[in-house]
């Protein structure tokens, strides 16, 4: 199983809106309805943030969305907010390993 | 309070073993697949293992630990291991233990720290 693709980096100054692509196959991504997204800050240990494509768990502010089409998901940060800097990992469930993303470090200006 | 806590992490030398173990709270823990999750120093998250919940008849590995490391779980100690045989360098990572439901990990560890180096 090959890695998702995501940007390395992207940034957004706050109140801003920015979306975080991650690209797969259609043997994960593609395949399945369920990508998930994490926030990790540094030092700490990762935080879901969607899953199921576009569900947001408990205590997750709104301004987090998600979608997905085709081979590609996505994950759009609205309203931008200095706690919202941090590196973002997308992951795919592919019927029997995880494939994770290489990670997108947002920066917010 | 709904918890993973990992311990035994370490510095071992190459070809040495390690056994990680992650203590669950708070939840029915004989209920959820787990899954092992890595990060070396400065990059990505890495897959390592996965265990599904009851009898844990279903197990996966990542193709760079398949044949050195062997996940496990107790439900009656609300328990979880990895033990971590034949390490290499390229082994070195923070390792975090985390639940799986609706296929995404939603409880996480704080991680245990696996350094292997002579």
Same mark, same amino acid.
């Given at each position: 199983?090959?890695a998702l =693709?995501q940007p /390395?980096?992207?940034?957004?100054s +706050? $109140?801003?809106s920015? #979306?975080?692509?991650?690209t *797969? =196959? ?11 997204w994490?926030?990790?800050?540094p030092?700490? %240990?990762p ?5 199921e494509?576009? &569900?947001? /768990?408990s205590?997750? +502010?709104?301004r987090?969305? *998600?979608s997905?089409s085709?081979?590609t998901?996505s994950l #759009?940060?609205?309203g931008l907010q %200095?706690?919202?800097? %941090?590196d973002?990992?997308? #992951?795919?469930? %592919?019927g029997?390993?995880?494939?994770? $993303?290489? *990670?997108? &470090?947002l =920066?917010v200006? | 309070e709904?918890?993973l806590?990992?311990s035994?992490?370490?510095l071992?030398?190459p070809?040495?073993?390690l ?7 708070g939840?029915?823990f ?6 092992w999750v890595?990060?070396?120093p400065? !990059? ?7 265990i599904r919940?009851?009898?844990s008849s279903?197990i996966?590995?990542a193709?760079?630990? !398949?044949?050195?490391?062997t996940?496990?779980r107790?439900?009656a !100690?609300n328990?979880l ?5 034949s390490l290499r ?7 975090y233990?985390?639940r799986?439901?609706y296929?995404?990990m939603?409880v996480?560890g704080q991680?245990?720290?696996?350094t292997?180096s002579s």
């Amino acid at each position: 199983q090959s890695a998702l =693709t995501q940007p /390395p980096s992207a940034s957004g100054s +706050p $109140g801003q809106s920015v #979306t975080i692509s991650c690209t *797969g =196959t259609s043997s994960d991504v593609g395949g399945y309805n369920y990508v998930s997204w994490y926030q990790q800050h540094p030092g700490k %240990a990762p935080k879901l943030m969607i899953y199921e494509v576009s &569900k947001r /768990p408990s205590g997750v +502010p709104d301004r987090f969305s *998600g979608s997905k089409s085709g081979n590609t998901a996505s994950l #759009t940060v609205s309203g931008l907010q %200095a706690e919202d800097e %941090a590196d973002y990992y997308c #992951t795919s469930y %592919a019927g029997s390993p995880w494939v994770f $993303g290489g *990670g997108t &470090k947002l =920066t917010v200006l | 309070e709904v918890q993973l806590v990992e311990s035994g992490g370490g510095l071992v030398q190459p070809g040495g073993s390690l056994r990680l173990s992650c203590a669950a709270s708070g939840f029915t823990f004989s209920s959820y697949s787990m899954n092992w999750v890595r990060q070396a120093p400065g !990059k990505g998250l890495e897959w390592v293992s996965y265990i599904r919940y009851g009898a844990s008849s279903t197990i996966y590995y990542a193709d760079s630990v !398949k044949g050195r490391f062997t996940i496990s779980r107790d439900n009656a !100690k609300n328990s979880l291991y990895l033990q971590m045989n034949s390490l290499r360098a390229e082994d070195t990572a923070v390792y975090y233990c985390a639940r799986i439901n609706y296929y995404a990990m939603d409880v996480w560890g704080q991680g245990t720290t696996v350094t292997v180096s002579s």
